[in-house]
């Protein structure tokens, strides 16, 4: 046979590339097999493994109050995950959308659309999915290997809105779940816990397989916490405050219930609330809803701030409580007039009478008599001016003008002598008179009494803040407003029970003035008075039926108290005083 030349090139070039082809694929090999060995063998190993990181959430602790009813706790939710990119076929992501859509609240068309776009791997289709509806999304037949459940601890409130500003809610973020406001916000860092880790081997879907961990450092939990508040005094605190605001046509209102011997909180609302369980829902409403009003926003306390005046004018020695003083029912202080809240002149008075009827008048003579060195000086140690310590989130200090500030004038200190003109928290002005309750020793305000780490207990020791008037100026203050409440404010009278007190009417600061059609009506007491177990602040906001706070906030203040006697076990005052009169009788076995 006779080979044609061209024929026998066409061969001869073949045959080179060929040769050539095959040298290529030697020297791959070479490479593979001998050169890069090790590092191919490495990473052959790492992607057979197929290892994936993974965080693993802690428990938030959990927040009970004083008797052991859970407030916070946890309750396992889901969000529901799909894998577009596994779905390409549009007539299997129609089928899938039609199973799963309406377990999820959804509809099969927003459900395409969600699955749309095949090139993403991660699509989230719903969040906080409760168990019982990922279990029957798990439980679909067919292939549901597109579809994952992600296991996340929801925060969940029990008891709804009780206590809801105290406590504040969870909010998810970028960096997982974080508390706001409240006892979640303050103590976040302590609930939280800390993320463990563990690092699996992938399945062939990609995700981790959890049986399968190479390494795993475990969750820690979150501490829980138990609170000084006692659920069924806050749900009587909660609900004649918003019979008080329906009764009075009240804009908003704020008790304080403490202790004040300790300075613990046994109560604290604020209205309107709201339901932390839905705090997205309430924030898209109105976000403000959130703050707390008895640490967060400001008031002018009015007339209660007497009994501040009053203690630091007789703990100074300035007054007795036999001082007379001529009631011309006005006074100039600084320029400015001064008035009583009834524009009346009473002619000599005993101090105790310049607080049953509230004189303004002789409450800022009694501030000018003090000076504005030692004036300053007791408004400061009841603690007016700076926050309380509190441990809640968003706790705001409160201000007044004083001789230090470039506006102040002499005016100024005869209007703080009745109230006006100090910006306080409610927190701050129960705090300030518990120190009169408490024998003159003011007192840190605390929610939080005990923080629990597995088998160990951190309880919260009560924590003095200073000596604000001395305990014989204490008790002759208690005197006079035990005579206040049996002589004068009646309304706050509980029976059984010696109650020392005060009203408060003051004025609602605008822009520009005050406003003449709006109180905020207000009552402080505490009970037993020789003993006090508890002291009452009742703060109601522009009421319309009535302006004063011995006509609005003193019945509430009655209401509650009876309540809370009985609730917190607190024997009536004939019973206390037949127990100490008792013979003690010796037993011998």
């Known amino acids: 046979m006779v080979v044609s030349s061209g024929t026998r090139l066409r061969i001869i070039v073949l045959g080179a590339l060929l040769s050539l082809v095959f040298l290529g694929l030697g020297g791959q090999l070479v490479r593979w097999q001998v050169i890069e060995r090790d590092e191919l063998l490495a990473r052959a190993e790492e992607e057979s493994r197929g290892l994936v990181s993974s965080s693993i959430p802690p428990q938030r602790g959990f927040i009970y109050e004083g008797d052991g009813s859970m407030l916070a706790g946890n309750q396992v939710s889901y969000d529901i995950v799909a894998s577009p990119n596994m779905i390409q076929d549009e007539g299997y992501r129609r089928e ?70 105290m406590l504040g809610f969870v909010y998810i973020g970028k960096a997982g779940y974080n508390g706001a406001y409240g006892v979640e916000g303050f103590y976040d860092a302590v609930l939280r816990g800390k993320a463990g880790e563990g690092i699996a081997e992938r399945d062939p879907l990609g995700s981790a397989i959890p049986v399968a961990f190479v390494q795993y450092t475990p969750a820690v939990n979150g501490k829980d916490i138990v609170l000084s508040l006692k659920r069924t005094a806050q749900r009587v605190v909660e609900r004649e405050l918003q019979r008080a605001l329906q009764e009075y046509q009240a804009e908003a209102g704020t008790v304080v219930v403490l202790q004040p011997r300790t300075g613990a909180i046994l109560a604290m609302a604020s209205q309107p609330a709201y339901d932390p369980n839905r705090y997205a829902a309430e924030a898209a409403a109105d976000s403000r809803i959130f703050s707390d009003p008895a640490i967060s926003q400001l008031y002018e306390p009015g007339s209660v701030v007497k009994i501040v005046t009053i203690g630091a004018a007789l703990d100074s020695g300035t007054i007795t409580p ?58 400061r140690r009841f603690g007016f001016g700076s926050p309380t310590g509190v441990d809640l989130d968003g706790e705001v200090s409160g201000s007044f003008k004083t001789p230090d500030d470039p506006e102040w004038s002499e005016s100024d200190m005869g209007r703080n002598g ?36 597995g088998n160990d207990v951190v309880r919260t020791a009560p924590k003095a803040v200073r000596r604000a008037v001395t305990a014989q100026t204490a008790h002759s203050v208690t005197r006079m407003l035990e005579a206040v409440v049996e002589q004068y404010t009646t309304l706050a009278q509980v029976p059984g029970y010696r109650v020392a007190g005060k009203s408060g009417t003051s004025q609602v600061y605008v822009p520009g003035g005050y406003d003449p059609n709006a ?68 037993t011998t076995q």
């Not at 859509?101 to 776009?117: I, N, R, T, V, Y």
């Not at 009631?327 to 607080?355: C, F, H, K, R």
């Open 322 to 379: 036999d001082t007379i003083l001529n009631d011309t029912g006005a006074i100039e202080v600084g320029g400015s007039p001064i008035y009583n809240w009834d524009n009346q002149a009473y002619g000599p008075v005993d101090i105790t009478t310049v607080l049953g009827k509230s004189l303004n008048v002789e409450a800022a003579q009694i501030a000018v008599m003090l000076g504005r060195e030692r004036f300053y000086h007791y408004v």
């Open 418 to 453: 009745f109230g006006q003109a100090i910006d306080a928290t409610p927190l701050q002005v129960a705090t300030a008179i518990a120190a009169i309750a408490n024998g003159g020793l003011l007192m840190k305000p605390y929610v939080v009494q005990a923080i629990l780490d």
């Open 96 to 165: 899938l959308a039609d199973k799963i859509a309406p377990l999820l609240g959804q509809s099969s068309d927003e459900m395409m659309a969600s699955l749309a776009d095949v090139t993403q791997r991660h699509v989230y289709l719903a969040f906080q999915v409760p168990q019982s509806a990922t279990q029957q999304i798990e439980d679909l037949p067919g292939d549901m290997r597109p579809i994952k459940a992600e296991m996340h601890n929801e925060r969940v409130y029990p008891q709804g809105a009780l206590a809801s500003h």
């Open 519 to 586: 109180t905020i009506a207000s009552f402080v007491g505490y009970l037993p008075s020789d003993d006090p177990a508890m002291l009452i602040l009742v703060v109601i906001k522009r009421p319309k039926a009535s302006p004063w706070g011995g006509q609005v906030a003193a019945p509430v203040f009655s209401r509650i108290a009876k309540e809370l006697v009985v609730l917190l076990d607190v024997p009536p005052d004939d019973v206390r005083r037949q127990a100490a009169t008792q013979p003690v009788i010796w």
